[in-house]
């Protein structure tokens, strides 16, 4: 059974910094797409960034360029997403996903999703 998790949300103030974590059980990243979406409320979801693990490749959404970075631990199966200069506006429920079935990254259509955390940034 495959698992995903995702901890290390909370809340912060604007300008402060998040590092989340996607640990998988049951599953190897290897040559996969894997990439971190989110979700505000009344919004749909928006991928935030990706790393294609069989080359190394990142992707990222304009907004979170040059703020946000995404690694991955092969070793113990973990992918992070470092989140710098929070604003506002990345008030959202963080999601971890992996396996990439079709179209472009962002375009969520990932094989297995863990169940979020919950990240709050205030002005």
């Known amino acids: 059974q495959v698992n995903l998790v995702e901890s290390g949300g909370g809340s912060v103030q604007a300008g402060g910094s998040l590092r989340l974590s996607c640990a998988a059980s049951g599953y190897s990243f290897s040559r996969h797409f894997a990439g971190w979406f989110r979700q505000a409320p009344g919004k749909e979801r928006e991928g935030v960034a990706a790393i294609y693990t069989g080359d190394g490749t990142l992707y990222y959404s304009e907004s979170v360029k040059g703020r946000f970075t995404i690694s991955i631990d092969n070793a113990n199966q973990q992918v992070y997403l470092q989140m710098n200069s929070l604003k506002p506006e990345d008030t959202a429920m963080y999601y971890c996903?992996?396996?990439?079935?079709?179209?472009?990254?962002?375009?969520?259509?990932?094989?297995?999703w863990g169940q979020g955390t919950q990240v709050t940034v205030s002005s």
């Open positions: 996903a992996s396996e990439l079935l079709r179209g472009w990254w962002y375009g969520a259509e990932y094989k297995y």
